[in-house]
């Protein structure tokens, strides 16, 4: 089964290695996002290989939809159908259905909606989602929780919490049956649990203690990054990550932008997905050691240098700033790819610089010289 073992701490920040049936992961650690089972931008697995990705994220919700999650079983598993080696975490669904479900009845026993590609009827509850992630055979399930919206009343979100609280252990005993079955392609499926409760610090805390006791695989912080501010966001994290279990990930979902990630860090949090460096990429927006960059900017219309002269990725080992624009004007497909290639690379280098600077006990320095550099903006 999984292990997880804490190699370090500096203040909260932790420095670790989990163990899991695909593999050791080195934390802390950035996953990149393949909702549908591929990133977007044109980038392959082995690409993902080459630019240093340690876990790849997948949407239980999508896959659902479009191939079908027993059409993956049947492939045997979302590790065979991508190809892919590694391991993969799939969230719920429970976000995508409450934020793309147009028409959704929540009740008890789970969420009747509507599909977003075709409007086709579709329940999901507890169990479902944990049949669909064990028809993906993904290495980590995430538990099936309720997302209520950041501006949601005080009374409304402890409701939700309540059943989110009840949704869990419900997640946690289909699970349990489901890894006994003899067909079950992946046994050793970890489960993690949702924490949530909005921007409400005594509803976060109360739920954080009474899934900690249920001593689950791993657990995450949700429900932020949904509108509130950053500020509001550590302030959760200052609060709530304390009552989570310290022997256990710690999982900030849906996270963020280069600084977010070293708040998040130095508050505790090992694992991150945030898909800005893909979405940003195919857009021509680059992250640098000195801020971000827009490359459809004139003034890299002649500009040989690489994106980033520190950067050792694919597309800054070979191409100038000036073809990239070029290739991202005429809207060549390839313009897209080098700058996604170029931001998950960027993204899982910042992770290994971030490992090392825990490894060396020198974090707090690291990241003040890493949010001073960020802040230059474009003046490469």
């Known amino acids: 089964m999984a292990e997880y073992k804490l190699l370090k701490?500096?203040?909260?920040?932790?420095?670790?290695?989990?163990?899991?049936?695909?593999?050791?992961?080195?934390?802390?650690?950035?996953?990149?996002?393949?909702?549908?089972?591929?990133?977007?931008?044109?980038?392959?697995?082995?690409?993902?290989?080459?630019?240093?990705?340690?876990?790849?994220?997948?949407?239980?919700?999508?896959?659902?939809?479009?191939?079908?999650?027993?059409?993956?079983k049947q492939l045997g598993g979302l590790h065979k159908f991508m190809v892919w080696d590694r391991p993969i975490l799939t969230d719920s669904g429970g976000f995508q259905v409450f934020s793309?479900?147009?028409?959704?009845?929540?009740?008890?026993?789970?969420?009747?909606?509507?599909?977003?590609?075709?409007?086709?009827?579709?329940?999901?509850?507890?169990?479902?989602?944990?049949?669909?992630?064990?028809?993906?055979?993904?290495?980590?399930?995430?538990?099936?929780?309720?997302?209520?919206?950041?501006?949601?009343e005080r009374d409304y979100v402890q409701k939700s919490v309540a059943r989110t609280a009840r949704w869990l252990k419900r997640c946690k005993d289909?699970?349990?049956?489901?890894?006994?079955?003899?067909?079950?392609?992946?046994?050793?499926?970890?489960?993690?649990?949702?924490?949530?409760?909005?921007?409400?610090?005594?509803?976060?805390?109360?739920?954080?203690?009474?899934?900690?006791?249920?001593?689950?695989?791993?657990?995450?912080?949700?429900?932020?990054?949904?509108?509130?501010?950053?500020?509001?966001?550590?302030?959760?994290?200052?609060?709530?990550?304390p009552y989570l279990p310290q022997n256990k990930p710690t999982y900030l979902m849906g996270v963020g932008t280069p600084a977010n990630i070293l708040e998040g860090v130095e508050r505790g949090v090992d694992f991150f997905d945030c898909v800005y460096p893909?979405?940003?990429?195919?857009?021509?927006?680059?992250?640098?050691?000195?801020?971000?960059?827009?490359?459809?900017?004139?003034?890299?219309?002649?500009d040989m240098r690489p994106i980033d002269e520190e950067c050792g990725c694919p597309a800054c080992r070979h191409y100038s700033r000036a073809y990239i624009r070029h290739l991202l004007k005429a809207k060549e497909m390839l313009g897209m790819r080098l700058c996604v290639l170029h931001n998950l690379y960027f993204y899982n280098h910042l992770m290994e610089e971030i490992r090392d600077a825990l490894d060396a006990g020198n974090f707090a320095e690291y990241k003040k010289m890493r949010l001073e550099s960020f802040s230059q903006g474009e003046k490469a």
């Open 9 to 72: 701490t500096e203040g909260r920040a932790k420095r670790a290695e989990f163990h899991t049936v695909h593999g050791v992961i080195q934390t802390p650690v950035f996953m990149n996002v393949g909702t549908i089972g591929a990133i977007k931008g044109a980038v392959s697995t082995m690409d993902l290989h080459d630019i240093g990705t340690q876990v790849e994220l997948s949407n239980t919700y999508h896959l659902h939809v479009r191939p079908g999650d027993k059409v993956v």
């Open 174 to 241: 289909e699970m349990a049956r489901l890894n006994s079955l003899p067909d079950t392609i992946n046994k050793q499926q970890l489960l993690f649990g949702i924490n949530q409760g909005g921007i409400y610090e005594d509803i976060r805390i109360a739920h954080a203690q009474e899934i900690s006791e249920m001593d689950l695989d791993g657990y995450a912080v949700g429900g932020l990054a949904v509108g509130e501010t950053h500020e509001e966001m550590y302030r959760i994290l200052d609060a709530v990550v």
């Open 100 to 152: 793309l479900a147009k028409l959704r009845k929540i009740k008890e026993e789970g969420v009747h909606f509507q599909s977003h590609i075709d409007g086709h009827k579709i329940f999901m509850g507890p169990e479902e989602s944990m049949q669909i992630q064990s028809n993906l055979a993904s290495t980590i399930a995430m538990a099936f929780d309720e997302c209520p919206s950041s501006v949601a």
């Open 278 to 302: 893909s979405r940003n990429g195919r857009h021509g927006h680059v992250y640098t050691n000195h801020g971000k960059m827009n490359m459809f900017n004139v003034k890299y219309e002649l």
